[in-house]
């Protein structure tokens, strides 16, 4: 066999649905159970790490469910099939039970919402590199921005299982409150620091919530917020790091108070994608190149989608 | 039963196992989809463009979604000849497609250059020249479009290309797709590769902008492939069939049935493009669909089916 790949079986899987919630008014939970092959494959998922889901058969919802925004869209049949990263793993009884935190946008994630428990969806993952955790810190800062909190709820577990001498804060934002893909997000666990959100805090996680209406929590983008937490941070740069997730241009932010107050740093970067696979080349990144003015492409399926900070060209 | 089914096909002189390619840009450089589908169930395989020195690509978006299809501008971003015969080539030997490696370039001394150093190799089956890719400033689809140049590129490359069988590759996106067919053939192509994509655009209405980056991509995916139907039985019939050139049909195709809609019209083998991004493993799959038809319909041997178009 003509083969010099030594990745782990990639599927194409096919999972089945155990739940489809809506937990805001554009967002949703799905929840999708794998056996055998695709349980395997998926325990070992990462942070950050993405699948493709094949979602051109998944039926529309009826006419008077789909948002007046979304009614030409959703006459558009789809082809590709769509990225998504995850919110949680577990793995039961040789099950591996997986979710998807998701935001109705376009076509696709319109056809999403009709999916229930019981249906099957064709999945190719898991895909790409998820978060690392360097030794030595002390300090996780979780930032995100909308739809962005999937992946770094997946790492704030992750940290709290598996690295217990790190603490981690997330810091969450969106537009407006109604934006926050939470459930029961103003629970008042903790409001002296502002907002604690359940789903970090059910891992020991502190949180901080900031819009950029001020509807909830700290009122401005969330980098904001950030800054001026770090202001008073007490531990040295050297002892935190930051992850990221979120829209490009916050993750510009990011990168730079990080380079500013020289702090590690990895960034979830979101591409158009057709493959997921490294095939296509679609999914560019430009990132630069050690020591040198030249940039490189690289690719956001297969090298990323996370990145380190400091090889991000953010076009501005 | 399916033993008495023959879907080998003598392609340019030589014998394919079956008749499904992947396409160029679709299928990596060499056995990328391996952890995907069995590479070797293919019939040929076609390498993403390889030009003389690396090239980054264009700007992101390179790709946009369409009604059934795709707009795709990604620029020839690829490794390079001499990273390709380094790291690529010792991959290809152990392949047992006909692997045909897709020479581009800004000029003609380097196509002809990249066919040249290549053209010793044991490895390749031979070269599919692009001279129709819409997403470059310089070479690609400016050659493929104006039948004196077709002729000019054809003939250098034939002449570097040695003892390999040169298919040329041909763009949608002229007034006369046969006039650039005879052209190529005069010239000396071995086969011929149609089509590539279709220039085309998608505009942001929030924005007032392109979609892509380069403003305009080229359009695959379902949505092409009654043209590219159209356009293979045109070429088969207007330039092919009577000078014996193999036609190597693409556009659109997912499953055995376009794949058979492709031979009859007139396509001695086909090559699966976009469906390898949604569905790796379709070109194996398409195999198996190819022989279940010939079954079904009691033919024995493929080469009944190619350009048995029956009309009236």
């Given at each position: 066999m003509a083969k010099n790949h030594s990745a782990a079986n990639r599927g194409p899987f096919n999972a089945v649905i155990s739940a489809n919630k809506q937990i805001g008014q554009r967002f949703y939970r799905l929840s999708l159970g794998f056996e055998s092959a695709g349980a395997k494959a998926f325990a070992k998922l990462k942070p950050g790490q993405f699948a493709q889901l094949d979602l051109a058969d998944t039926p529309l919802p009826p006419s008077k469910d789909i948002p007046e925004d979304l009614v030409d869209a959703a006459r558009r049949k789809i082809l590709l099939r769509r990225p998504f990263s995850f919110s949680d793993v577990i793995n039961k009884d040789r099950k591996t039970l997986v979710d998807i935190l998701y935001r109705v946008v376009g076509p696709a994630t319109l056809r999403m919402t009709t999916l229930s428990a019981g249906d099957s969806v064709n999945i190719i993952g898991p895909l790409g590199n998820g978060f690392w955790v360097p030794r030595g810190k002390k300090q996780a800062l979780l930032v995100t921005g909308g739809m962005g909190a999937g992946p770094l709820l997946h790492l704030a577990k992750v940290l709290t299982a598996d690295h217990h001498g790190i603490e981690a804060i997330a810091f969450a934002g969106a537009k407006t409150e109604k934006e926050l893909p939470f459930e029961g997000q103003l629970d008042e666990i903790s409001q002296e620091l502002g907002f604690s959100l359940a789903e970090f805090a059910r891992y020991g996680v502190e949180s901080l919530v900031a819009t950029d209406d001020g509807s909830a929590g700290f009122a401005g983008p969330v980098t904001d917020c950030f800054s001026e937490w770090l202001g008073r941070a007490g531990l040295a740069g050297k002892d935190m790091i930051i992850y990221s997730c979120g829209p490009e241009q916050m993750l510009a932010k990011v990168a730079e108070i990080a380079e500013k107050r020289n702090i590690d740093c990895q960034l979830s970067m979101e591409r158009m994608m057709a493959c997921g696979i490294g095939i296509c080349q679609s999914c560019a990144v430009e990132c630069k190149v050690n020591g040198s003015s030249e940039t490189v492409y690289k690719m956001c399926c297969e090298d990323g989608p996370v990145f380190d900070a400091k090889e991000i060209v953010f076009s501005s | 039963m399916e033993e008495a089914v023959d879907i080998s096909v003598d392609f340019a002189g030589i014998r394919l196992a079956n008749p499904v390619f992947t396409a160029s840009g679709t299928c990596g450089y060499a056995d990328e989809l391996a952890d995907f589908t069995d590479v070797n169930a293919l019939g040929g395989f076609i390498t993403k463009s390889i030009t003389l020195k690396p090239k980054k690509g264009n700007a992101t978006p390179r790709i946009v979604e369409t009604d059934s299809g795709m707009l795709n501008a990604i620029g020839w971003a690829n490794i390079g000849l001499d990273k390709f015969i380094e790291e690529k080539l010792p991959i290809i030997e152990k392949m047992s497609a006909a692997v045909f490696v897709n020479v581009a370039g800004e000029s003609i001394d380097e196509y002809a250059a990249v066919a040249e150093h290549l053209a010793g190799e044991a490895a390749i089956a031979g070269f599919e020249l692009?001279?129709?890719?819409?997403?470059?400033?310089?070479?690609g689809i400016t050659f493929g479009t104006d039948a004196v140049q077709v002729t000019e590129i054809t003939s250098a490359v034939k002449k570097a290309a040695g003892e390999k069988i040169l298919m040329v590759k041909l763009s949608p996106n002229v007034t006369d797709i046969s006039v650039i067919a005879r052209a190529a053939v005069e010239a000396g192509a071995d086969a011929l590769s149609l089509v590539n994509t279709f220039t085309a655009m998608v505009i942001d209405i929030e924005t007032g902008k392109p979609v892509l980056a380069n403003k305009t991509g080229g359009l695959s995916g379902p949505a092409i492939k009654p043209i590219a139907v159209y356009l293979v039985n045109k070429v088969y019939n207007e330039v092919a069939k009577n000078r014996g050139i193999p036609i190597l049909g693409s556009g659109g195709i997912r499953t055995a049935s376009d794949a058979v809609e492709f031979i009859i019209a007139g396509a001695t083998a086909v090559a699966v493009g976009t469906a390898n991004f949604i569905e790796p493993g379709c070109a194996a799959k398409i195999v198996e669909g190819i022989k279940k038809y010939c079954v079904r319909k009691k033919i024995t041997n493929i080469k009944e089916l190619t350009g048995s178009l029956g009309i009236g």
């Open positions: - | 692009n001279i129709s890719c819409p997403n470059v400033a310089k070479g």
